[in-house]
């Protein structure tokens, strides 16, 4: 038997939808980041983007557990001397529902070039309605 080397060419990538609403953010991310990797298939390559194409719709309506909301501060610097800027997940996600899932797919991929081509891959849309119907999407149950 021999190992298959996944080659570009030969990747058949998938356009999936994931409807956020009342989700835990956690749970959701994990099972984001397993299918831009492509892990969810046989030619899953570590060192090749072998993923699908995800669209999350209903960010605004993601659950976050505990206390998570006032207590989960996401911090940015500018640069400059005392530039620290911070902000908390409940702030975040009335002012950018789309940012809370993408910094958590983030986070849960490697920190390479490859990663920021993964996540190039996913569409995320704070209400229900996506401009990807053309590329007929699989609703996708977590």
Not at 14 to 30: E, K, N, P, S, T
Not at 65 to 79: A, E, P, Q, V
Not at 105 to 116: D, I
Request: charged share 30%.
């Amino acid at each position: 038997m021999r190992t298959e080397v996944a080659k570009i060419e030969n990747i058949n990538r998938d356009w999936h939808l994931i409807d956020a609403q009342d989700m835990v953010l956690g749970r959701v991310a994990a099972k984001i980041a397993d299918i831009l990797r492509g892990k969810n298939k046989a030619i899953y390559s570590p060192n090749t983007d072998t993923g699908d194409f995800v669209i999350v719709v209903n960010a605004e309506k993601i659950a976050l557990t505990g206390r998570k909301l006032s207590d989960k501060i996401y911090y940015s610097h500018t640069g400059f001397p005392g530039g620290l800027k911070e902000i908390s997940a409940g702030k975040l996600l009335e002012k950018k529902p789309e940012d809370v899932i993408k910094k958590a797919v983030k986070g849960m991929l490697p920190k390479n070039k490859l990663a920021r081509q993964i996540i190039k891959k996913l569409k995320i849309y704070a209400g229900a309605n996506h401009p990807h119907d053309a590329q007929q999407p699989k609703t996708l149950t977590i």
